[in-house]
């Protein structure tokens, strides 16, 4: 299995807070990607990061933002947490975007 | 818009039976990928082409380029296939992949 690993697997927390989700690979892989997960949506992009530094928005990117100071950790951050972005979120990796990606187990966000 | 298509949205065979599920894409890409995803669990990568076919035990996937589709067909279906599974593209443009919404397939013993 490749090396990726999602922080937390399952967080709750209240509407108006701050929240960040942690993704972490241990195989070098230059893209790293965000998804969130719906109902009748399927995956649906939020940020990616093609490098150190290097990041851009996906499709539902408004409320989120990342960051990326290390090839292995890529962060995702809720300034405001609202109900409409409980969801489930996936971190993915690849290295190009070419090649195979590979997913973490996901996060189960729940904003209440 | 969907960059990505499938169907059947769902789907219960019995065990045994053979398997097809398909994929249209509107893009241009680079490479298709199919993913299963188990109820609860992760997201696994079964497949990526970028032309042709590939077997990987029961499991067949092919694209059509010309045509812009992919099928993925499991033959002698087991329960333990029951899962969704995704459809992905490559865009050849950009970084990022397109999703397709899945396909829910029950088999039944």
Redesign the interface.
Known sequence: DAGITQSPRHKVTETGTPVTLRCHQTENHR?M?W?RQDP??????IH?S?GVKDT?K?EVSDGYSVSRSKTEDFLLTLESATSSQTSVY?C?ISES??????????TRLTVV | KNEVEQSPQNLTAQEGEFITINCSYSVGI??L?W?QQHPG?????LF?L?SGKKKHGRLIATINIQEKHSSLHITASHPRDSAVY?C?V???T????Y????TSLTVIP
């Not at chain 1, 009748?40 to 992009?45: A, F, P």
């Not at chain 2, 669990?41 to 990568?45: D, E, F």
């Open positions: 893209y990607y998804y009748g949506h399927g995956l649906r992009l990616y093609y851009d996906g996936f993915a975007r070419a090649t195979e990606a590979f997913f973490g187990q996901g | 680079s490479a990928h993913l669990g992760g997201i696994v990568s990526m970028s995704i992905a490559s865009s050849n950009g970084n990022q992949f999703f397709g919404t899945g």
